[in-house]
């Protein structure tokens, strides 16, 4: 190896190790909420995705992560490529004590409307944890109907370790969900659009209809 390529080397190496402390710090700062209540026992973060597709089931995630062990690279799902997503998805289902997930499906958010189907499938994730959270913190909101004590952060999913879990696993269950549903009901681009209202979304609803997947209470304006 010449003095050149061992000086590049060096510089290599050198940038990766600075990139992981500026990881690590970031990941310390995103498990500022899971230290502060760490006395309350397990605790579970809570997010969900879909609450403003045009179709498509309302999807929650509640996640239980290892205290002693952090994950890193977590973050707001929205903040990740598809790629990212997919790979801690895969390292959150090795790692975390447990994963509840819940949703609702399009009926029943015309039913009840889309906030009471989210605290729905949200309540279905909480109650599908084992073991069982013993405090929860949720992206932004409060949870009726729940036992368990619990703590809302403003943009939780950016700033817990285990809110950005939840935001993850929920957007690429989800996003597989509607993969599925695009070779179901091919024509509305599902595969690419995930259910929200784009411009090739709208046209294709427009041209073709609502299919059976599609919230009636969300696309009234355009039928």
């Known amino acids: ?23 690590l710090a970031r990941t310390e700062a995103m498990l500022v909420y899971e230290r502060r209540f760490a006395g309350k026992g397990r605790i579970a973060g809570v997010d969900e995705v879909g609450r403003g597709p ?12 290892p205290a002693d062990h952090p994950i890193l690279y977590l973050n707001d799902s929205k903040k990740l490529s ?20 819940g949703m609702e499906s399009p009926e029943t958010i015309d039913e009840i409307n889309i906030l009471q189907a989210t605290y729905r499938a949200m309540r279905k994730a909480i ?26 952060i403003i943009k939780g999913d950016a700033k817990s370790a285990s809110i950005a879990a939840a935001s993850i696993v929920a957007k690429v269950t989800r996003d597989h969900m509607m993969e599925d549903y695009d070779r179901l009901y091919p024509g509305y681009g599902f595969a690419q659009n995930k259910g929200y209202g784009t411009a090739q979304h709208i046209a294709a609803l427009k041209e073709l209809g ?14």
């Open 82 to 101: 598809e790629k990212k997503r997919e790979e801690l998805c895969k390292v959150i289902r090795e790692e975390a004590l447990a994963i509840g997930l």
């Open 210 to 223: 609502p299919c059976p997947i599609h919230r009636r209470s969300f696309i009234s304006k355009w039928m």
């Open 127 to 152: 109650e599908m944890l084992d073991p069982p959270a013993q405090f929860l913190l949720n992206d932004a909101v409060m949870i009726p109907q729940v036992s368990i004590p619990q703590c809302p």
């Open 54 to 65: 045009l179709c498509g089931p309302v999807v929650a995630c509640a996640v239980i992560l």
């Open 1 to 23: 190896m010449t003095e050149r390529q061992e000086r590049l080397l060096r510089e290599k190496e050198e940038r990766a190790r600075l990139q992981l402390e500026k990881e």
